[in-house]
């Protein structure tokens, strides 16, 4: 079973080509998150998880949505992530998380999908984005050829500052840069309320007719990214740049 998370559509999307390859189920984990549906989920193939990086860890939205559900069946559990440029020492923390959750850790892969996280980067144009994406297939497909065949996927040599990414940034990284404080509308909002729906904390709410956030935030970058006027800015950071969404 093939389960994801996604804000901006790049796990989806590797999520749902992997399914169509080993032919295995594929969940949208966002209602469940959204809902609080933490009901048991059995499988009696692995389990595969794909998910965008957060500071070089899982998110930690999909971590605890995973800590308060139970898993039946098959304990194998790949890890497949997307990330900008690399996924740091992830794998340490999964499998420790992996002891905690009785999982049998079979690997994380990384997937280089085109940058999203626009509070703090540039998202790619989309003939650059497009690009990105069709060289992420082969990636793919080399997973895919492990996850058929039972195999473990390979870990490669962690770097000192990968180490560091995973760990004391990471940590840091929450505290002092993921707030909603900084998002606000511009005129050109219809009060569609559609920023309301993509948001899988529920902190984005129409107040007047127009968005207001609360201090419940992943800065999954769903609801500044699927405006469909573009209305939503965060700070400075976001003025003038593309939003984005996987363009395949």
């Known amino acids: 079973m093939v389960l994801y998370y996604t804000g901006t559509g790049n796990s989806e999307y590797v999520a749902k080509k992997i399914s169509v390859q080993i032919e295995d189920e594929v969940i949208n984990l966002f209602d469940k998150i959204k809902e609080h549906d933490y009901s048991e989920i059995h499988s009696d193939r692995p389990f595969v998880i794909v998910y965008p990086t957060y500071a070089w860890q899982m998110p930690r939205i999909l971590r605890d ?20 440029d690399s996924m740091g020492n992830m794998p340490k923390y999964l499998r420790e998380f992996c002891e905690q959750k009785a999982f049998t850790y079979m690997g994380c892969a990384g997937v280089v999908m085109p940058e999203n996280y626009i509070a703090m980067f540039n998202a790619p144009k989309r003939e650059e984005a497009i690009k990105i994406v069709k060289n992420a297939d082969l990636v793919i497909k080399n997973i895919v050829d492990v996850i058929k065949h039972n195999g473990t996927i390979p870990e490669k040599k962690v ?16 505290p002092l840069f993921v707030s909603a404080k900084k998002f606000y509308v511009t005129d050109t909002c219809i009060g569609c309320g559609k920023c309301t729906k993509v ?3 529920n902190n984005v709410s129409l107040k007047n007719g127009k968005p207001v956030w609360g201090d419940q935030c992943t800065h999954c970058m769903s609801c500044i990214c699927k405006c469909p006027k573009e209305a939503i800015e965060y700070g400075n950071k976001s003025k003038g740049k593309p939003r984005y969404q996987c363009p395949l």
């Open 65 to 84: 949505f995973i800590q308060k559900t139970t898993f039946k069946g098959n304990k194998c559990t790949y890890f497949v992530t997307t990330c900008g």
């Open 159 to 174: 770097s000192t500052f990968a180490k560091i990414s995973s760990g004391m940034i990471n940590t840091l990284f929450y």
């Open 199 to 201: 948001c899988p904390l």
